[in-house]
């Protein structure tokens, strides 16, 4: 059986369909986030769809569906440290962003706002549910784990700005977990990698590539789009 794995939509939902569609034989898709429109639309997949929240989302809708009102068909929504069955794959979820100064609140508390949801980040019970985790097949993060080095474009007359976007918290869970599989996406590129000894795969946007994942073995081929 193969599945396939996505990021990053950003409402891009015909370069979404377009790569399930045209792999008719993969029975189940997965996300590591971003999946709304600038107009908080979702799409109605034409396969099953699991996914994870990105910091770009419709928190609001996303609350209605963990307490089961206005499901959309094919779309499953993973929630932060659960992990649910995919086909023969047990996989779970840490999706958006990391904000120190909410690090530490609890997941039920933090803010909703229509500008600046802070239902966007991940926060430490979270994690450590995420930590607990063993026989995981594949993890999904928004995030990436550490090092994920950006280039940032010069300003006239200086050198480029290195950064390290990788996240502490993310390396901390598969150390623990294990998993045979990490996938994360938010940086929009394709890096291939190894963290805490777990291959680690940043997806980049779906209107550029995406992955076509063995169950059986994890191994994946990446698809241009």
């Not at 599945?3 to 370069?15: E, V």
């Not at 929240?53 to 929504?77: C, M, T, Y």
């Not at 590129?189 to 795969?201: A, I, L, N, Q």
Request: glycine fraction near 8%; proline fraction near 8%; hydrophobic fraction near 35%.
């Amino acid at each position: 059986m193969i599945i396939g794995a996505l990021a990053d939509i950003h409402g891009n939902f015909d370069a979404m369909r377009t790569a399930m569609e045209r792999h008719p034989e993969v029975p189940f898709w997965l996300c590591v986030g971003d999946v709304a429109s600038r107009t908080c639309a979702y799409p109605e997949p034409p396969k099953p769809f699991y996914w994870i929240k990105g910091n770009n989302e419709d928190f609001d809708r996303i609350a209605a569906w963990q307490e089961g009102r206005d499901s959309v068909p094919n779309l499953h929504f993973i929630p932060n440290g659960t992990s649910t069955t995919v086909g023969p794959l047990q996989v779970a979820g840490l999706g958006g962003t990391y904000a120190p100064t909410w690090f530490d609140s609890a997941a039920a508390q933090l803010p909703g706002k229509r500008r600046d949801d802070k239902r966007r980040h991940f926060v430490r019970e979270e994690v450590e549910a995420c930590k607990r985790m063993r026989g995981i097949d594949v993890f999904m993060t928004h995030e990436a784990a550490r090092p994920f080095v950006i280039v940032d474009e010069p300003k006239p007359g200086k050198k480029p700005l290195r950064r390290d976007a990788g996240k502490p918290a993310v390396n901390d869970v598969l150390a623990s977990m294990q998993p045979r599989l990490h996938l994360c996406g938010h940086h929009h590129r394709f890096v291939e990698t190894v963290r805490e000894g777990v291959r680690s795969v940043c997806i980049d946007r779906v209107n550029r590539s995406y992955l076509l994942i063995d169950a059986d073995t994890l191994e994946y081929q990446k698809i241009d789009q």
